[in-house]
């Protein structure tokens, strides 16, 4: 039973999949050459190809840039209350919303930085927040 069970394992894991991966594998090291990727340790290489997925948000809240605002404002007190209080995956759906990703690139939470603004609308009771994804800056009506 033993070898059966070995062999049934490594024909699932390896065998079954080694012709698509030997192709990915080419068609990887064509545009990324190997010599490239040796400097990294495995956990380095899937950080830096994957980005991080697991959070410090409040490192997030104290690398915030406020345009037109200041730290202290209800406004802003009250968008940091609710966004505490979401869940994990609300917050990375926020993440997702503000920058394209739900993920953060390989330097991490402490080089990302984005932008709360205020869009001075006339009427903020009758707009609601939107971001531009490409300067990670989210307008906040007051």
Request: one cysteine or more.
């Amino acid at each position: 039973r033993k070898e059966y069970v070995d062999l049934y394992v490594n024909y699932v894991f390896n065998k079954s999949v080694e012709k698509p991966f030997k192709d990915f594998m080419q068609g990887f090291l064509r545009g990324c050459p190997a010599r490239n990727w040796k400097m990294f340790f495995p956990e380095e290489l899937q950080v830096l190809l994957q980005g991080y997925t697991k959070f410090d948000w409040y490192l997030l809240e104290k690398n915030v840039i406020y345009r037109h605002y200041k730290k202290l404002d209800q406004t802003i007190r009250n968008f940091w209350t609710v966004f505490h209080k979401l869940s994990e995956e609300k917050k990375k759906m926020f993440l997702a919303f503000l920058s394209g990703s739900d993920r953060i690139s390989g330097y991490g939470l402490e080089c990302f930085r984005f932008c709360i603004k205020d869009p001075q609308v006339e009427n903020p009771d009758e707009s609601s927040p939107y971001a531009n994804t490409c300067y990670l800056i989210l307008f906040l009506p007051r």
